[in-house]
C-alpha cells in the first residue's frame, strides 16, 4: 500500500517563530520526494508535521486522502526514520525490528518470520541476533529502514539518515535506498541538507528556504531552470554575476554587469531596469586562451588563478576585473590553461539565466 | 571455640586480608580479560596525592566503615557481662542474642519472639512497600523533568524538591503529626466538609506512618531516576510512539528497560533508609505498630544490652542485604550498576 501525502497551505509557528511558512504541495503515490535546504530552513519540523509530532497551526495535511488533524503519530499511516536512527539498544536487531509488531499485538513467531524476511530486504539476513551496538554505522542504518518498514508503513519519511556515515559508505547508501524504495513501492519522503543526495536519489525535489517552499521538480530541472536566485546558487556550483538589466526581448535578457554586458536566459520575465542576477554552471565556461569560436556576446576576459585537480574534473579559479569565477574542465575539455595564462571565458546565452536577486530570507 | 582475644585479633586482620583478596582478584579478572597494563597508580597521579589518596580511602572505608561494623558484629557475639567481667572466663563467644531475637530468651528455644520478629518482618515489608510506592510516585516526577521539563521550569521543579529538606527531618515528622492528628488539619477538613462523619484514626491504621516515610525519601528516590531518565535518547520515545507504540508501552519496554539502574539505585537507597528510619516511626508510628529500629535502639539504650542491640542490627543488615541483592537479581543488575 502507498499513499498521496498533500500538504495545504501548511503553516508552522513556534511563538513568534515561523518554522514552516504557506507550504502546498502534493507528493504522488509511490514518489521518492526530498525535501531539500540548508539547516534551519523548516525541512526538520515539516517531516515531523507529517509524522504527527508536530500539529500545524494551519493548514491541513492528507495522507492517503485522509485529513490527519489530530490523529497521533502512533496511528498514522506514515513510519519516520530518525536522524540518529534511534535504535533500541537494549534490544536485539530482530527485536528491534519486531517491535511495531510487537506493538500490534502479532503473535511471537509472526513477528519473528516477519523481521527476519525484512532483514533479507535490507540484507541483513544473518545479523538477527546481534545485539545493536555490535553493528557497523551502514549496518544500523538498515536495521532503522526495516524497523520502520515492519510496521508497513504508506508513506516512510527519512530525517537525513545519512548524515552520520562516511563518504564512501553515504554513496553505497543512496543507491540501496533507491532500490528499496523501488522494491517495496511506497512512498518515501526525504529530507537533506545534501543536493548531491537529493539529486541522486529522488524523483522530485522541493527545494526550502527560510520555512517557505521555493521550487519544486525534478533535479534536471532545478539543476538547469532555476527559478530563483537562491535556488541556482544551492542547487550545484554557479557563478553568480549581479548587475542591471539593460535590454530584455524573446525570453532573453542582457545585464549590465562588473564583467561586462552579458545574455542570458529571462525565465522570470524582468524588465529593463531592473536589478538582477546572471547565473552561469561552471562547467558551461570555457576559458580558452585562443579567441573563443562562439558566442561574441558572452565573453569575460579573466587570468588563471590557480588550478585545482579533483580526478574527473579539473577546476579553473580565474580572476577577472569583476571578481573571481571558477571554470570546470572535463576530460574531454582539453588541457587546462596554466595558472597565470590570459583567457577568455565563454559561454552561451542558453547557458546562462537571469534572475532576481535573492531576498533576505 | 576460639578466645575472645583470638577473635580481636583475627578482627583487626580480617580487612586488610579482604583488601588484597579484592585486589588480587581484580589483578586476575584484568589478566583474564587480557587487558592491557594501565600506568601505575602513582605514576599517574603523583607521589603526593597517591599516597593521600590511598590514606584517605583507607582511613575511611577501614577504620570508619569497616573496622566499626565487624566490632558490632563480633560484639554481638558476646554476652552482656558486668564490666569487672570482660575478657574474664564468662566472656566467650555465644550465639545467645541471636537466640533472644528468634527465642525471646538467651537460653530456651520452646516459644518464638513473636513481638520481635513480627516487628522485624513488618519494618521489611512495609519499606519494600515504600520502595515500591515511592518509584510509582516519583516515576512521572521524574520523567517530566527528564524528558519534559525546560530551564526554567525544571529548576523550579527541582527547588519545590529540595525546599522541604531545609526542615529538620524531626520537625517534618511532627509536622506530619500536626496534620494527620485525630483532630489534627486533615480530620477537621474532612470532618468540616462532611465528607466523614468521625475522625479516622491515621496514625492508628499507620496511614500517617507511611505518608512520612514516602515523602521522606521522595528525593532520594527522583534524583537517580531522573539522571537515568535523563539519558533516555528522546528520539527513542518518538521511534516507539511512531511505530505505534501507546504510552504505556513505550514506558514499560523502551524507557523502564533504558531506566534500570536508576530505578534500582533509587528503590535500594530508599529501601535501605526506610528500614533503618527511627525518627518517623517513633513521632508517626501507632501504638500498635512496632518497628523493628527503635527496638534495636531500645537494645542499646534503654536495656543497655550493647550485645544484643549490635546482634539486632546485624541481623537486619543481612536481611536488608538479602532482600536488596534479590531484587537486583530479579532486575537482572549486579551492584555496581546501582552506583552509575
Known amino acids: ?361 | 571455640m576460639i578466645s575472645v582475644a583470638t577473635g580481636h585479633r583475627l578482627l583487626v586482620a580480617l580487612p586488610f586480608v579482604l583488601v588484597a583478596l579484592i585486589w588480587g582478584w581484580l589483578a586476575f579478572e584484568r589478566r583474564l580479560a587480557a587487558l592491557p597494563p594501565r600506568a601505575g597508580f602513582f605514576r599517574r597521579n603523583g607521589w603526593p596525592v597517591g599516597i593521600y589518596l590511598i590514606l584517605a580511602v583507607a582511613l575511611w572505608l577501614l577504620g570508619m566503615v569497616v573496622l566499626p561494623q565487624l566490632f558490632m558484629v563480633e560484639l554481638s557475639f558476646r554476652p552482656k557481662l558486668p564490666f569487672n567481667q570482660l575478657g574474664g572466663p564468662r566472656d566467650v563467644y555465644t550465639l545467645e542474642n541471636y537466640r533472644y531475637f528468634l527465642f525471646g530468651s538467651p537460653t530456651s528455644t520452646e516459644s518464638w519472639n513473636t513481638v520481635h520478629l513480627r516487628a522485624f518482618a513488618t519494618t521489611i515489608l512495609s519499606a519494600i512497600f515504600i520502595a515500591g510506592f515511592n518509584l510509582l510516585l516519583c516515576y512521572p516526577i521524574a520523567f517530566y523533568m527528564a524528558q519534559g521539563a525546560t530551564g526554567a521550569r525544571l529548576r523550579l521543579l527541582l527547588l519545590l524538591l529540595i525546599a522541604p529538606y531545609w526542615v529538620n527531618e524531626i520537625l517534618r515528622a511532627f509536622a506530619f503529626r500536626v496534620i494527620f492528628a485525630s483532630s489534627g488539619l486533615l480530620n477537621t477538613v474532612l470532618l468540616g466538609a462532611g465528607l466523614i462523619a468521625a475522625p479516622i484514626d491515621f496514625i492508628g491504621r499507620d496511614i500517617a506512618l507511611f505518608s512520612g516515610l514516602i515523602y521522606a525519601y521522595t528525593l532520594l528516590m527522583v534524583f537517580p531516576l531522573y539522571n537515568a531518565l535523563d539519558n533516555v535518547e528522546a528520539a527513542q520515545i518518538e521511534a516507539a510512539r511512531d511505530l505505534g507504540a501507546p504510552w504505556w508501552h513505550i514506558h514499560l519496554f523502551v524507557v523502564v528497560p533504558a531506566a534500570k539502574a536508576g530505578i534500582a539505585s533509587g528503590c535500594t537507597l530508599v529501601f535501605m533508609l526506610a528500614t533503618g528510619a527511627l525518627a518517623a516511626p517513633l513521632v508517626l508510628g501507632g501504638p500498635s505498630a512496632m518497628r523493628f529500629t527503635p527496638i534495636v535502639y531500645d537494645r542499646f539504650y534503654q536495656v543497655f544490652n550493647w550485645p544484643q542491640g549490635a546482634a539486632y542490627a546485624f541481623v537486619l543488615l543481612v536481611a536488608c542485604l538479602v532482600v536488596v541483592v534479590a531484587g537486583l537479581r530479579l532486575l537482572r543488575l549486579n551492584l555496581t550498576d546501582t552506583a552509575r
Open chain 1, 1 to 361: 500500500m502507498t499513499a498521496e501525502v498533500a500538504l495545504e497551505a501548511m503553516t508552522v509557528r513556534f511563538g513568534p517563530f515561523t518554522a514552516v511558512d504557506d507550504v502546498s504541495l502534493t507528493v504522488a503515490p509511490g514518489e521518492f520526494f526530498s525535501f531539500l535546504g540548508p539547516s534551519g530552513c523548516g525541512k526538520t519540523t515539516l517531516l515531523r508535521t507529517i509524522s504527527g509530532f508536530v500539529e500545524p497551526t494551519s493548514g491541513t495535511l492528507r495522507i492517503g486522502g485522509r485529513d490527519m488533524r489530530g490523529i497521533g503519530p502512533n496511528r498514522r499511516p506514515t513510519a519516520l526514520i530518525f536522524q540518529s536512527l534511534a535504535l533500541f539498544p537494549l534490544m536485539t536487531v530482530v527485536e528491534n525490528v519486531a517491535y511495531g509488531l510487537r506493538v500490534r499485538g502479532h503473535s511471537r513467531a509472526a513477528r519473528r518470520a516477519r523481521a527476519e524476511a525484512l532483514l533479507n530486504v535490507v540484507a541483513l539476513g544473518d545479523q538477527g541476533g546481534k545485539r545493536i551496538d555490535q553493528l557497523s554505522g551502514g549496518q544500523k542504518q538498515r536495521v532503522a529502514i526495516a524497523r520502520a518498514l515492519a510496521v508497513e508503513p504508506e508513506v516512510l519519511l527519512l530525517d537525513e539518515p545519512l548524515s552520520a556515515l562516511d563518504l564512501k559508505l553515504r554513496q553505497h547508501m543512496r543507491n540501496e535506498l533507491r532500490a528499496i524504495q523501488r522494491r517495496v513501492g511506497i512512498t518515501f519522503i526525504y529530507i537533506t541538507h545534501d543536493q548531491g543526495e537529493a539529486l541522486t536519489m529522488s524523483d522530485r525535489i522541493g527545494v526550502m528556504r527560510g520555512g517557505r517552499l521555493e521550487q519544486v521538480g525534478t533535479g534536471r530541472a532545478l539543476y538547469d531552470s532555476p527559478e530563483t536566485a537562491f535556488v541556482a546558487s544551492f542547487v550545484g556550483e554557479a557563478n553568480a554575476m549581479p548587475g542591471v538589466v539593460r535590454d530584455a526581448a524573446d525570453g532573453y535578457a542582457v545585464v549590465e554587469t562588473a564583467f561586462g554586458s552579458l545574455q542570458g536566459r529571462n525565465p522570470a520575465g524582468m524588465k529593463r531596469g531592473s536589478q538582477a542576477v546572471l547565473f552561469v554552471r561552471p562547467e558551461r565556461l570555457l576559458p580558452l586562451s585562443t579567441t573563443p569560436p562562439c558566442c561574441p556576446q558572452n565573453r569575460v576576459r579573466a587570468r588563471v588563478a590557480d588550478l585545482a585537480y579533483e580526478g574527473q574534473v579539473t577546476h579553473v579559479m580565474c580572476a577577472a576585473e569583476g571578481g573571481r569565477l571558477l571554470a570546470v574542465l572535463g576530460p574531454r575539455d582539453g588541457e587546462p590553461p596554466a595558472p597565470g595564462s590570459d583567457v577568455s571565458l565563454a559561454f552561451t546565452a542558453r547557458d546562462a539565466v537571469v534572475l532576481p536577486p535573492a531576498t533576505q530570507a
